[in-house]
């Protein structure tokens, strides 16, 4: 990042500060920016932010005014503005206001908001194609948990709405959260909303209230029939709309469209569509999976581009873009949170992936030389939307066009296995597209200068307008003018016209002459040409006979663009009713690069992805051989040792792992889980077989990180994402826990994770890796017929300690911890120490092993304990009664329960306290 920027100096503007000082108070989470023509400026908490957050030094501050007036100020110029603005709006989730003016008088001419850049959407991202979703969510909570909710894309312009029932803990709203990813939400006040904030908080939303009056549906129709666009032959009706219905939903709509003010802006009118948005369609991720499986963000960035020091992605859209156009990143974003659970529409983009894996040569034709010249369609269309287009953006779109006949002849020449897909899913809707596009790459060959667009020159062909003919030859005839006069000058300056001298023009200073920089002394002293300027591509000059010429061709130039004004608006009216096809070839291309995307991911990975076979949701059956982690196996210097999983419907569904920390075991769960993750993606899996029956949901309590900024402890985060897993897993789902009940005391965390390993497995019965510490959880695969045993294990001799990274079947047999503290080379007395109180515990306690279990010693801690066990077993079921009834461990009731167990004499349970 630069730590300077080469930008004239503030003026020490009183005035300013004076009017600084005067605005309305700030939250600070919006930036004000002030808009000063080259540059930009941010001042005061602003500017302080911008030092330490953008530029990593505060030697940029300088201090604007003087005396006891002083005002902390940060000056960016263009580039480094549009960088730090959209980092602020889309990864802080902050807002941000720019005022324009002078001195003292300044007002605010933008706004904008992590869910809606419709202000500054040319402001921040200039030639830069917008490639995340960017959308604000609105709920209403009305009755029995009935949940209605608004999204609105103002990129992609579309109202999505869902209404249904939810749970105390809200794990739908969560899951359509995850689906949808807004980046801001809009609620009403009240109390009712306090546990949905909780939801909220977890994924870092910009929460915002609105008052109650304005979620009402009363408005909804009306606001509607003017936003809407109305398909052909359909009711131009909003009441005729089944999604009016859903009175919560409009209710969240309503006031979703006054807080962006849509209908201030007549662009908006009868553009934007309406659809229902079922959740249920898709696999439901919460907010601990989708970090647990690294999707779309690592720590607290959240760009889909991100990448590890070594170069390997290390999330998994990082991992799976390799999209060539803006569209295809957006989608592929969207396709990451919103797995499919209908087997024929997976099996539909495994189909078409395949051909693309198989065929090399059409993959590479596709992707290089279609794909990377398309430009971004929906951007071009808004902008066509918005009378904001250009002559220069009417010439990408013709480009593209061009383009498109030829990409559909090639995915035509496909004759193969899934020639019937492709036809269906990717060919008719480019040609249906290319049929209603014709008129429009017509419209542009009859009007623009193509020839001179090629040179970077965008203006209307002379002969479409009979004056625009006229002013054309005068132009023409000033040329042929300068060219006589280059002749002359380089007779008299002894330079070669091909090489050494030549004619150029531009639209800014019109005619001159350039030399290059070892000719220049042909120019010096010499008083009949005078210097324009000089850089590293030469001199820049003219005589008195090419300024005259040069004047005469600025001002007939300048005829020629007003003249030309008027046309180019009105071909630019006539392109934007073709917004709608450019919209729909918009997302068929999308559709094709993300497919396409998958085929060159899958194909080059160290070792090839295989496609996996699809089972229907129910089968129960998940067998991945040799399944490993497609972004740790890219990390370089890294030997991926690969593993299977074999869940079985009426076998073993429930996995216990134990093994040493460091061994593998969360790595092991991770990939099970993006391995069934993309597959109803629709992608092939990193393993060398795989069989999945469709899952209804990833569920995940994987990592101990403190939430200390948001106010939650480790063992708190762990409860809550538990909780979560128990209310809405379902015998289709497949759950992850990764070390449970490590924030707590050794009987609460062994006691808890028993009762919600057993609940799980006997009551739930999903797919479930359960990777733990407490090694005599093991003994639970004695009682419950669907619970097995796996463990990771190490090879340790004199001062060696060696992770193998192998799952093997059973229970982990002994503990590695003193390996690991002298491997790290603990001080030999601490050492020594732990070895001397591990003997002391294993005489204690005979009958148990408290580091490592094997089956046989576990049997005999059973036998052994006789009527303790049974007596420890209520205890445990007493507190999960309590946990499932009031999700807290510190209740009241909890406390009293642990108080009963602390004043028990029973010799066994004692030594389970005392472990």
């Known amino acids: 990042m630069a730590s300077s920027v080469n930008v004239p100096e503030i003026p020490q503007d009183q005035g300013f500060i004076s009017f600084y000082g005067n605005l309305p ?33 505060h030697s940029v501050v300088k201090m604007l005014g003087y005396g006891a007036k002083k005002l902390e100020s940060v000056v960016l110029n263009k580039s480094h503005f549009e960088n730090f603005a959209r980092e602020v709006l889309l990864v802080k989730h902050y807002c941000i206001e720019i005022y324009t003016g002078s001195k003292s008088d300044w007002s605010l001419q933008y706004q904008a908001s992590p869910g809606n850049l419709t202000q500054v959407e040319d402001l921040i991202f200039g030639s830069t194609d917008i490639t995340s979703q960017v959308g604000i969510l609105a709920f209403k909570i009305g009755p029995e948990n009935q949940v209605g909710c608004s999204y609105i894309d103002t990129y992609a312009r579309k109202f999505l709405v869902a209404q249904f029932a939810d749970n105390d803990a809200f794990s739908n709203l969560e899951s359509l959260i995850v689906q949808l990813s807004p980046k801001e939400v809009l609620i009403p006040p009240g109390d009712a909303y306090v546990p949905a904030k909780v939801v909220l908080n977890r994924h870092g939303l910009l929460v915002n209230e609105s008052k109650k009056a304005e979620f009402s549906s009363a408005e909804t129709v009306r606001l509607l029939n003017r936003l809407l666009r109305f398909k052909k032959g359909q009711q131009e009706s909003a009441a005729t709309l089944p999604e009016v219905d859903l009175e919560h939903s409009m209710a969240a709509l309503a006031a979703l469209v006054k807080h962006l003010d849509l209908m201030a802006d007549e662009t908006n009118f009868g553009q934007y569509s309406l659809l229902s948005f079922d959740f249920t369609q898709y696999m439901r991720l919460d907010s ?73 040569q059409l993959r590479q034709t596709i992707t290089e030389d279609h794909l990377r010249r398309m430009p971004d369609y929906q951007r071009l269309a808004k902008k066509l939307q918005k009378a904001k287009a250009n002559l220069q953006d009417l010439f990408k779109l013709y480009l593209g066009l061009v383009r498109l006949p030829v990409l559909v002849d ?5 004759d193969g296995e899934h020639s019937a897909v492709i036809l269906a899913v990717l060919i008719q809707p480019l040609r249906n597209a290319n049929e209603k596009l014709v008129k429009l790459k017509e419209l542009v060959e009859t009007t623009i200068d193509l020839k001179q667009a090629d040179q970077g020159e965008f203006i209307i062909k002379a002969d479409f307008d009979d004056q625009l003919g006229e002013l054309k030859k005068e132009l023409d005839e000033s040329g042929w003018k300068a060219e006589g006069i280059l002749s002359r000058v380089a007779s008299d300056l002894k330079l070669d016209t091909s090489k050494s001298v030549k004619l150029e023009s531009n639209a800014q200073i019109g005619y001159y002459f350039r030399v290059t920089l070892k000719d220049e002394k042909n120019l010096r002293n010499n ?118 999983a074999v869940f079985e419907k009426d076998g073993h569904r429930f996995y216990i792992i134990t093994g040493p920390n460091m061994g593998g075991k969360s790595t092991y769960l991770r990939s099970v889980g993006v391995a069934v993750l993309m597959a109803q993606v629709g992608c092939f899996v990193a393993a060398s077989s795989a069989t999945i029956s469709i899952v209804d949901a990833i569920l995940a309590r994987v990592g101990a990180g403190d939430c200390h900024l948001k106010g939650v402890s480790t063992f708190m985060a762990e409860m809550i994402e538990t909780a979560n897993i128990i209310r809405t897993a379902t015998k289709d789902s497949l759950v992850i826990i990764d070390e449970l009940g490590r ?64 799952i093997q079947p059973g229970s982990c ?60 077993r209520n205890y445990l079921e007493r507190a999960k009664t309590i946990l499932e009834k009031k999700n807290d461990v510190n209740c009241e009731e909890m406390q009293e329960l642990r108080k009963e167990i602390m004043q028990t004499t029973d010799p066994f349970i004692r030594n389970v306290l005392n472990m």
């Open 25 to 57: 108070e700030k939250h600070a989470t919006t930036l004000r920016f002030f808009d000063r023509g080259d540059y930009f400026t941010l001042h005061g908490q602003d500017a302080l932010l911008a030092s330490r957050d953008y530029f990593k030094t």
């Open 288 to 360: 601990a999976a989708s970090a647990a499986l690294h999707l779309t963000s690592y720590g607290s960035e959240s760009s889909i581009m991100l990448t590890a020091k070594s170069g390997a992605p290390r999330t998994i859209a990082a991992l799976l873009n390799k999209c060539r156009t803006s569209g295809g990143q957006r989608l592929l974003a969207q396709w990451i949170k919103q797995p499919l659970t209908d087997k024929n529409r997976i099996e539909r983009r495994l189909d078409i992936v395949e051909t693309f894996v198989n065929n090399v």
């Open 410 to 414: 090639c995915l035509l020449e496909h």
């Open 527 to 644: 008083r009949n040409y005078h210097t324009i300027d000089t850089n590293k591509g030469g001199v820049r000059f003219r005589n008195s006979a090419l300024e005259e010429v040069n004047e005469v061709y600025l001002r007939v130039r300048r005829e020629y663009e007003q003249q030309q004004s008027s046309v180019v608006k009105e071909i630019l009216s006539v392109a934007a009713g073709y917004v709608e096809p450019l919209q729909s070839l918009n997302d068929a291309l999308s559709q094709l690069d993300v497919l396409t995307s998958f085929a060159v991911c899958s194909i080059s990975a160290p070792i090839p992805y295989v496609r996996p076979t699809i089972l229907e949701k129910g089968s129960g059956n998940i067998e991945l051989i040799q399944v490993r982690h497609p972004c740790m196996e890219l990390q370089d210097g890294v030997n991926f040792i690969p593993n299977d």
């Open 743 to 806: 924030g707590t005391s050794t009987f609460d965390g062994f006691g808890l994770a028993w009762a919600i390993a057993e609940h799980i497995a006997v009551n739930i019965q999903p797919c479930a890796l359960f990777a733990t510490h407490f090694h005599e959880l093991t003994a639970l695969a004695d009682e419950v017929p669907s619970v097995d045993n796996l463990h990771v294990t190490a090879l340790t001799g004199d001062n060696t300690f060696t992770l193998l990274y192998r």
């Open 813 to 872: 047999d002994q503990s590695f911890g003193l390996h690991v503290a002298e491997m790290v080379h603990f001080p030999q007395e601490v050492l020594q120490t732990a070895q001397m109180k591990a003997k002391e515990l294993e005489a204690i306690k005979p009958n148990y092993n408290g580091n490592g279990c094997d089956e046989p010693t576990s049997k005999r801690r059973r036998s052994d304990a006789g009527e303790s066990d049974t007596m420890m």
